[in-house]
């Protein structure tokens, strides 16, 4: 009998889980949002964000009950003896996109090993009917309405590339971003801001987008997307940050990190 390689496996809960999570954000009701505000002005969460959360833990639980997870609603769970594997996710990224009914929002779902080494990562995105995944060392792909392609990334050199990227909800942070973007956007001939970095990182993977680069994301928020990214064949750049399980990043710390992605000729666009 045949038995998957464990990171086929791993990718295959990570794909029940990110469509657990985006079955529900699918259910969309904007009657039914009972949105509040968890902290700066714009940074919502919704009772959608916890309900896909809630699924997209117990899709990983009956399936590897040893592993921990941590996760943007609802922190971290351990096991009372860990496997040592990790999982990294994000019910709604995109929640203010989700709110306003603006099409890019995702679940994110991503797994590391007791190295830290990101394993599988899916990031599905029901309004756009998009499900991009990737397994380390077998490619990054994307299924939309029943058909899977392979992701290679942006196409090196060509005219007219396009740079995404976000800002933050802290309104000095902004202050600055806005004054760099000049600079950041030198060889670039447009920028976009979707509101999604699991989204945006998926975008340079499959050549929507140049570059992407953004400063002070969580893990959650990029570790499905870098992944795929990365597996795509893009340059990609993860901010060391303290672990979750540790804790997690100092507020500073987070905001200086940059995380990116692009071309390898674009790497040098972005500061240290």
């Known amino acids: 009998m045949n038995h998957p390689d464990p990171v086929t496996e791993l990718l295959g809960v990570a794909r029940r889980a990110a469509a657990a999570g985006a079955a529900v954000l699918a259910s969309r009701n904007g009657d039914a949002l009972e949105v509040s505000n968890k902290g700066d002005s714009g940074d919502w969460v919704t009772a959608f964000d916890v309900a896909a959360e809630n699924a997209v833990r117990n899709a990983i639980t009956a399936a590897r009950p ?64 998009r499900i991009y995944y990737a397994a380390r060392g077998q490619g990054a792909w994307l299924e939309e309405s029943g058909r899977v392609t392979r992701l290679e990334g942006p196409v090196a050199g060509r005219a007219g590339q396009i740079l995404a990227t976000g800002f933050s909800y802290d309104p000095a942070v902004r202050t600055e971003q806005a004054a760099l973007l000049g600079e950041l956007m030198d060889g670039f001939a447009d920028v976009r801001r979707l509101g999604s970095a699991a989204l945006d990182l998926c975008l340079v993977a499959d050549g929507t987008h140049d570059a992407y680069g953004e ?37 500073a710390d987070r905001l200086a990190a940059w995380t990116c ?8 666009k972005f500061p240290l």
């Not at 990790?86 to 306003?100: A, M, V």
């Not at 893990?219 to 997690?248: K, Y």
């Not at 992605?261 to 040098?268: I, K, P, R, V």
């Open 215 to 251: 400063r002070g994301l969580n893990e959650h928020d990029f570790s499905a997307g870098a992944l795929i990214a990365e597996e795509a064949g893009c340059w990609v750049r993860r901010p060391r940050l303290t672990s979750p399980l540790d804790g997690g990043p100092a507020a």
């Open 66 to 129: 040893q592993d921990t997870i941590t996760g943007e609603e609802h922190g971290t769970t351990r096991p009372t003896d860990p496997s040592g594997y990790r999982w990294s996710i994000d019910p709604l990224d995109g929640t203010t996109n989700f709110i306003r009914n603006i099409v890019y929002y995702a679940t994110s779902v991503a797994v590391a090993d007791p190295d830290g080494v990101w394993l599988a990562g899916v990031v599905h995105a029901p309004a756009l009917n």
């Open 261 to 268: 992605a692009g071309t390898l000729e674009l790497s040098g």
